[in-house]
């Protein structure tokens, strides 16, 4: 699926540019701060007793105490008689210890004025009486020239104040716990239509009858219809169910609120539940809207699992969205969408008519939906024009969206650092060997005796894979090591699409992953630790064999409930709740052991009657450490020009998905 990079790209502008407006602000109030400071401070008039003043235009000199030195206040001059103050300038002398004595003229000076009638008029008298020796006069006192650093500074603390509660009120903070955490998005922001929804065409149609409701609502209350309140979207991660609901809000033209489940949760009880209505009350005003809550299973698991009992946050919160979204009249025009990969765990009154009472699967695009997709995503790539993107689509088999949109990164970022002006289909394929294998390590050097393990070992998973039934073509062999642990790979891959798999074709595939250590054993009569991750997938698919799909000797029995998430590739494992006894758990192992053993020794035999073509196919790897399909056939075909020891081609036949496995490019990792 095309990734929404504007919507992404905006709201990460918008972030920046607040972080960026509030800094400027702060260095702003700093500014501001500093000048008044520095203002007062240079402006800062010296404090005359009235006493003092009357003897200093009396006499025309004083001396007195300024901050614990000596000071002599003469020539007392451009007096400024206010009705509560008298403000002047002075000639200052400071006596502090040679050489420190310091003159300075025209020192200001500020004096408040007696309030009794007899000292004013004396102060009178004394002013007439100088009026030749000192330039005084009356004034009415300036409210702005007096009050102006208060007034600066009370205003920068009242704006400092009204920033601080605002960002106090955002999401997150303990003033605003109970207000919701989601992002409203206007319709220029949203960006993204159904044309960019590429490769889940079904799970389209199914949602444009939102879109009609949402248009036009009136065609459907005019006959007593309503639209589903709750639409949730279901598949495999990746596949691009965030995509597809910007995209009804996008192509319905109204307000879209986003949010994950998990911005509901808070430690503190009930911010959650405060939360949920406080979102619901928005999206009311914002009418008609979409409300968008993706990872739902975070907040709509099943109540009554929780050991903290009824009283747990996460059901509380629950509880108040199961009312929200059936308090809402049916044509309130709100819709909510939810998006999960796990609805197997929701709870069953979330999901329930009159809430979320559809459910769309966004399942695996196929090949032509690949294609589909390949083409959204190569619009701004220079692609070579000999590149074909249904072949591309062909060997992505098993890849959701964004594993399409990494792919074409991939090759790009590849073209680019080998200097092409375009790119190739080699780059396609180096892209899907990085993606599914790893990144080459080229610098690792493994000793002769290691390298010639990895070629046996190798060439048994591809030899095996190459003489066996129902098996998906060996398409490259490489002991280059890649990613974290494989020394070497054998890359399989299928066909067509597949949605069935058969009892053997399991088998076969058991056999291949073991075709690498009995490999080892027949060369080396010695096995290594390489075959880790092989024993392990084929003892798990043994395992499913018996346990999930009857394919055992116990019967068409199910062993293994509560399963997991049909999109996720966890939850396979024995932690599942079992309902047999310990009997029929160790008549599961041993059916186990069978299935794994009888593997073994069809491995064995067919190794053993074409040792030659493994030796050749091993002593051409240690040479060029890559084949190819086509030469793996011809050195078989060479090594053992005789009959295939199972008879394949003929066999085999239209074989429908891997049960167990979701990725259907395939790779027998050793190490």
Same mark, same amino acid.
């Given at each position: ?182 992002? *409203?998005? $206007? ?6 239509? &159904? %044309?960019?929804? @590429? =490769? !889940? ?116 919160? *629950?509880? $108040? ?6 308090? &809402? %009249?049916?044509? @309130? =025009? !709100? ?337």
């Amino acid at each position: 699926m095309k990734p929404d990079k504007g919507q992404d790209r905006k709201s990460s502008d918008r972030r920046t540019e607040g972080g960026q407006n509030i800094l400027w602000y702060v260095l702003g109030a700093a500014a501001v701060v500093m000048f008044a400071v520095v203002w007062i401070t240079l402006n800062a008039a010296d404090r005359i007793a009235y006493p003092d003043l009357v003897t200093l235009i009396g006499d025309g000199k004083i001396e007195t105490k300024l901050r614990n030195q000596t000071v002599e206040y003469s020539h007392p001059r451009d007096l400024k008689v206010q009705p509560t103050a008298v403000v002047g300038k002075v000639d200052r002398y400071i006596a502090t210890k040679p050489p420190g004595n310091r003159l300075e003229r025209g020192v200001t000076f500020q004096t408040n004025t007696s309030h009794e009638p007899e000292a004013k008029g004396r102060l009178e008298e004394l002013l007439l009486a100088k009026k030749d020796e000192i330039n005084w006069d009356y004034e009415e006192p300036n409210f702005w020239k007096s009050n102006l650093p208060i007034l600066l500074v009370t205003g920068l603390f009242v704006i400092l104040f009204v920033v601080m509660m605002r960002r106090l009120n955002g999401a997150g903070s303990p003033m605003s716990f109970g207000r919701s955490r989601g992002r *409203l998005y $206007a319709q220029e922001d949203i960006g993204v239509t &159904f %044309d960019d929804a @590429a =490769g !889940i065409d079904e799970a389209v149609e199914e949602v444009k009858e939102i879109v009609d409701f949402l248009r036009a609502p009136e065609k459907y209350q005019s006959l007593g219809g309503r639209i589903p309140k709750g639409v949730l979207l279901v598949g495999p991660p990746g596949t691009g169910k965030t995509l597809l609901a910007r995209a009804i809000a996008g192509e319905a033209g109204v307000p879209f609120f986003s949010l994950s489940g998990s911005d509901f949760v808070e430690m503190f009880v009930g911010v959650g539940a405060a939360r949920v209505r406080d979102l619901f009350q928005q999206a009311e005003a914002k009418s008609p809207c979409i409300i968008f809550i993706d990872e739902l299973d975070a907040l709509g698991k099943s109540r009554g699992n929780s050991i903290v009992g009824g009283h747990d946050e996460r059901e509380q919160t *629950l509880n $108040a969205l199961l009312v929200e979204m059936d308090g &809402f %009249d049916s044509n @309130a =025009g !709100i819709i909510v969408i939810g998006a999960t990969n796990r609805p197997e765990t929701l709870d069953p009154a979330l999901l329930r008519a009159g809430r979320f009472d559809r459910q769309v699967l966004v399942d695996r695009p196929d090949v032509r939906g690949r294609e589909d997709i390949l083409k959204v995503h190569v619009k701004d790539v220079k692609l070579n024009p000999h590149v074909d993107l249904k072949a591309v689509a062909s060997i992505t088999s098993g890849f959701v969206g964004a594993d399409l949109a990494n792919l074409v990164n991939e090759a790009t970022l590849l073209a680019a650092r080998k200097g092409k002006a375009s790119v190739g289909i080699e780059e396609f394929n180096e892209g899907v060997e990085r993606v599914t294998a790893g990144l080459e390590k080229k610098q690792r050097v493994m000793n002769e005796d290691e390298k010639h393990r990895v070629a046996y070992h190798e060439s048994g998973h591809a030899l095996v894979a190459y003489c066996l039934p129902n098996t998906d073509p060996v398409h490259k062999v490489s002991i280059i090591p890649r990613g974290f642990a494989a020394l070497g790979y054998t890359m399989q891959r299928p066909e067509g699409d597949r949605y069935l798999m058969t009892k053997t074709e399991l088998e076969s595939r058991i056999q291949v992953l073991l075709g690498g250590t009995i490999a080892e054993e027949l060369i080396y009569h010695d096995i290594s630790t390489g075959a880790q991750n092989d024993l392990e997938r084929a003892t798990e698919i043994a395992r499913s064999m018996v346990m999930d799909y009857g394919m055992s000797e116990l019967g068409r029995v199910n062993f293994r409930e509560s399963p997991g998430s049909p999109f996720l590739a966890t939850g396979k494992g024995d932690d599942r709740m079992r309902s047999h006894s310990e009997q029929t758990a160790r008549e599961i192992d041993e059916e186990i052991h069978r299935i794994i053993d009888e593997g073994l020794e069809k491995v064995r035999h067919i190794l053993e009657v074409r040792r030659e073509a493994l030796v050749a196919l091993a002593e051409r790897l240690i040479e060029v450490e890559s084949i190819d399909a086509t030469d793996l056939k011809r050195i078989i075909e060479e090594a053992s020009p005789g009959p295939m020891v199972v008879p394949g081609t003929a066999e085999k036949v239209a074989r429908p998905l891997e049960i167990d496995m979701s990725d259907d490019t395939r790779m027998e990792k050793r190490g």
